[in-house]
């Protein structure tokens, strides 16, 4: 696989506030992305330098409403993310890192898709 890392990523929600940084329960954290293709797949590995995720959303992921943020409309960012992942026949993988999270999103390439 050639991979191509392309730094902080601020695609989504409209980027980080000023200063590259995005904060969780009052924590910094500096989102990582780097991309990787191949024949077959296409890898996208988000990475942060945040608290991780708690064992109960590490278990299981695909529930809704798992959050360990306070606050309304929380816990369907991961939830609705591996259902796309799922429909796109594709995976999402969470891990905890020694120093943050990292989520992985493995989609099939064209070439594989059909």
Known sequence: ???G?????????GGPPAGGQCRRGGQPQHPHLSVAG???QLALVIEDDGPGFPDAILADPGQPFQSDKDGAGRGLGLFLTGNVMRRLN???RLANLRHGA???????????AA
């Open 1 to 3: 696989m050639r991979s």
């Open 5 to 13: 890392d392309h730094g902080r990523s601020d695609a989504g929600t």
């Open 38 to 40: 191949g024949a077959e």
């Open 90 to 92: 594709g995976e999402m």
């Open 102 to 112: 990292q989520v992985t999103l493995l989609l099939p390439t064209l070439e594989t």
